[in-house]
């Protein structure tokens, strides 16, 4: 419906830490949920973490204790900390927000992803 906006991704090594941010655009008057999703070759998009509008946090198993992710209403902004990273974190990085626009229409809004790749 709206394409997001990622930035951030790269090559990293084990170990290392990485930010990625997500600019959701302000037609999305109401947001209710962003997050982030990653998809490695041949397998499916996963969630990694999202971030209600209330401040409550969700984490896949397999991240917790390294990524934080954190948002910035003002601005309309998501970012995604990752640390401790490994090779099997490589994959590409997909923003989403959920939200309302003006028109009161339902947004399931999605970036084209951002490339992450972690070496050993």
């Known amino acids: 419906q709206v394409q997001l906006v990622e930035s951030g991704g790269g090559l990293v090594q084990a170990g290392g830490s990485l930010t990625l941010s997500c600019a959701a655009p302000r037609s999305i008057l109401s947001i209710n949920v962003m997050g982030w999703y990653r998809q490695a070759p041949v397998e499916t998009r996963d969630l990694v973490a999202t971030f209600t509008r209330g401040g409550m946090t969700n984490y896949a198993d397999s991240v917790k204790g390294r990524f934080t992710i954190s948002g910035d209403k003002d601005k309309n902004m998501v970012y995604l900390q990752m640390n401790a990273m490994k090779p099997e974190d490589t994959a590409v990085y997909y923003c989403?927000?959920?939200?309302?626009?003006?028109?009161?229409?339902?947004?399931?809004?999605w970036g084209q992803g951002t490339q992450v790749t972690v070496s050993s």
């Open positions: 989403n927000a959920r939200g309302t626009n003006y028109y009161g229409t339902f947004v399931d809004a």
